[in-house]
């Protein structure tokens, strides 16, 4: 969707995303990894605004701030239960050193197919 951001903003652009799940939207479940925008509130919320609007579950996938402990079993499975995952730009080398460390390019890998 071009500038993700931008893109993420758009209604018909969700829309069209909820539309492939075939599911109604209140059913829908969204995860959001903004890792590579270091977890930020502001990128996140103009990412996910059109889905919560829609309805939709929100979940925030946070793992940027190698500070703070995850679960990376639970993490995996809230990745296996979504329908939408949405992955935020940045700094992709970042957020796919962070990722690996904590096992979830596995889980991700697992969704996208």
């Known amino acids: 969707v071009g500038s993700g951001s931008d893109g993420m903003q758009a209604p018909e652009v969700a829309d069209a995303i909820i539309r492939l799940t075939r599911k109604e939207a209140s059913a829908v479940k ?13 990128p996140r919320v103009n990412q996910t605004k059109q889905f919560v609007a829609w309805g939709c579950t929100v979940a925030n996938i946070a ?7 995850v679960d990376a079993a639970d993490l ?3 990745i296996e239960g979504s329908d939408v995952i949405i992955v935020s730009g940045g700094n992709t080398l970042f957020a796919m050193g962070r990722w690996e460390k904590l096992g979830l390019t ?4 697992i969704a996208a197919e």
Do not use: F, I, M, Q
């Open 76 to 78: 995996a499975r809230t």
């Open 63 to 69: 793992v940027g701030d190698p500070k703070v402990a």
């Open 30 to 42: 969204v995860s959001y990894l903004g890792t590579a925008t270091y977890d930020l509130e502001g």
């Open 106 to 109: 596995a889980a991700l890998r």
